[in-house]
């Protein structure tokens, strides 16, 4: 198993310089994101919507007999779990677990009564006239696998019930038949991918995904995209794979890129494949994800109505 963090960009302050408040005033989030079982409680009464998203997004390529089967491990799952009646029997347990274990960072220490993104400090990040506000602020902690290790680490395996999990070429990295990348589910700090530089993309993937939808099986502080109310923002869907019109990744360390692009190039038969000589001993891997966001700026003082807009 390998670690993971998610941290907010400190370039973000460079925003608030732009607009003369050096960073300091009201008009971006409110607080600094930390992981709080928040999303973790949201997540046990939305599951089911997820795996039916899922299943319904499997195309004619999965055979009847694989889907079949599959349903039939996810349905195990599921029942092992206690997940059959709601928050019910080990379901149960895992939040009376989490109630104890965080209990610094949940309101009165109940999982179920936890409030959204923890406010470390009220401070936020000023918007310049051409620059949309951020949705973290620098150095704030949305994701941090130690916090997360129940999940992370498999030991309440929760996304077993999805078939993302199961379905080989479902939600996968890499791209063609011998690609070598990773999977994406289950999004686990396990991995097989023995390319160290290859493995560190492949968890910084998961994690992204993670941190970018709502109620998801983990401890984490979900991006927020719309929270500053004088701006109106668009077409953010979540970091996803193969999708470079919202996310490009650019390494930072070691071996550090002046160009950004997507994971998930097939180099099988290159002489020399994505991070090859970019290796330094255990130090860890560094990723910037680029996130293509647009906004407009409601004018002080002015009622405003979105019309429509022009691809």
């Known amino acids: 198993y390998r670690g993971a963090d998610a941290i907010g960009n400190p370039v973000n302050f460079v925003q608030g310089i732009l607009s003369g408040n050096f960073g300091i005033s009201g008009s971006g989030p409110g607080s600094i994101p930390v992981p709080l079982p928040f999303e973790l409680s949201r997540w046990f009464g939305d599951f089911p919507a997820q795996v039916a998203a899922q299943w319904s997004s499997i195309g004619a390529s999965y055979s009847t007999d694989q889907t079949t089967s599959v349903r039939q491990e996810i349905g195990k799952y599921t029942s092992a779990l206690g997940l059959v009646s709601g928050v019910s029997g080990t379901a149960g347990q895992v939040v009376n677990l989490y109630n104890s274990a965080m209990n610094a960072y949940t309101t009165g220490g109940m999982l179920m009564n936890a409030g959204g993104v923890g406010t470390v400090a009220s401070v936020g990040v000023g918007g310049a006239e051409l620059m949309c506000p951020p949705g973290i602020m620098p150095f704030g902690l949305a994701f941090q696998s130690d916090l997360d290790s129940f999940f992370w680490r498999g030991l309440v395996p929760l996304e ?42 492949v968890l910084a993937q998961r994690v992204g995904d993670i941190i970018s939808h709502p109620a998801q099986p983990h401890i984490y502080s979900m991006l927020q995209v719309d929270t500053n109310p004088n701006y109106r923002f668009f077409g953010f869907q979540g970091i996803k794979e193969h999708d470079e019109s919202h996310t490009l990744w650019q390494r930072v360390f070691p071996s550090p890129q002046s160009q950004c692009a997507i994971f998930g190039s097939n180099d099988s038969f290159a002489l020399m494949g994505f991070g090859d000589g970019q290796n330094m001993n255990n130090r860890g891997t560094v990723w910037n994800a680029w996130r293509k966001q647009d906004c407009c700026k409601k004018p002080s003082g002015r009622a405003v109505f979105f019309l429509g807009s022009v691809p």
């Open 160 to 201: 077993s019930i999805y078939p993302a999990t199961w379905l080989p070429g479902m939600r996968e990295v890499g791209q063609g038949l011998f690609q070598t990348w990773g999977n994406v589910w289950p999004r686990t700090g396990m991995i097989f991918e023995q390319h160290p530089v290859k493995g560190a993309a």
